[in-house]
């Protein structure tokens, strides 16, 4: 279970965030939601331990987030939580089986291809392994975002504006994937974005507003 209490930020004198307390488990994926400017990205960060929260607590699965040295913070997120992107940062010399693996090189895991190989499989971008990222088209990068970000058994699983850029049926075929996929790796799911046609997948929903 994922719980963030009394989460504040501030970038500075003038933007200041201070978040609702917010909850997620396994069993019910959390979408936020709200207009531009209101944070979501922000709180994203806090939430992937990207950013330290100036306030307020992070409990992932009973650690205590706050309470981690820098170095044991980037352990755990590499460990724990993956992150999909808006806009996927691959390394455009790797092949896309590599650029799944990553996240293991990173966190000091031994590479598991046979893992790569079933995300693969059930993300249907098998037929890609081979590729270079510049040769995918944009929902195939997506597919690989979502298998780079589950490699490492992620505990948590948080996307950033998956669907913003595209039409309705291509939207609907993303998150259905990203629900689907966090159900089978039995990851807690928590998507930020500002379209409102998000909002029918979930029924666990919190709207920022500044
Ligand atoms: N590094 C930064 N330094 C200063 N201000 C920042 C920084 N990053 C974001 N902000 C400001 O914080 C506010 C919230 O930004 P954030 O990206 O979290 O909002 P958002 O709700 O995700 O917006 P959008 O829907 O437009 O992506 C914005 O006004 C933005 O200009």
């Known amino acids: 279970m994922l719980q963030a209490i ?3 930020f501030a970038y500075n004198a003038h933007t200041i965030f201070q978040y609702p307390d917010l909850a997620c488990n396994r069993d019910t994926p959390l ?5 531009s400017g209101t944070g979501k990205t922000t709180l994203l960060h806090l939430l992937a331990c990207l950013l330290k929260p100036a306030g307020g607590q992070l409990l992932i699965d009973g650690t205590d987030t706050g309470l981690l040295s820098n170095s044991k913070l980037d352990q755990f997120r590499g460990r724990h939580i993956g992150i999909v992107y808006q806009s996927s940062h691959f390394m455009s ?7 799944i693996l990553l996240p293991r090189f990173f966190s000091r895991y031994t ?16 037929h890609l392994l081979h590729k270079r990222p510049a040769e995918l088209s944009k929902g195939e990068q997506q597919r690989v975002s979502i298998a780079r970000a589950l490699i490492n058994n992620s505990q948590l699983l948080l996307a950033d504006e998956p669907t913003s850029s595209l039409d309705d049926d291509n939207a609907y075929r993303v998150i259905q994937l990203l629900l689907e996929q966090a159900a089978m790796s039995h990851a807690m799911l928590i998507v930020v974005t500002h379209d409102a046609r998000l909002k029918q997948h979930f029924s666990n929903l919190i709207y920022l507003e500044r």
């Open 111 to 126: 590479p598991d291809t046979g893992k790569a190989l079933q995300l693969a499989a059930r993300l249907q971008i098998d």
């Open 93 to 99: 010399a790797l092949s896309i089986l590599d650029n």
């Open 31 to 35: 979408l936020i939601t709200g207009r």
């Open 6 to 8: 009394q989460l504040q």
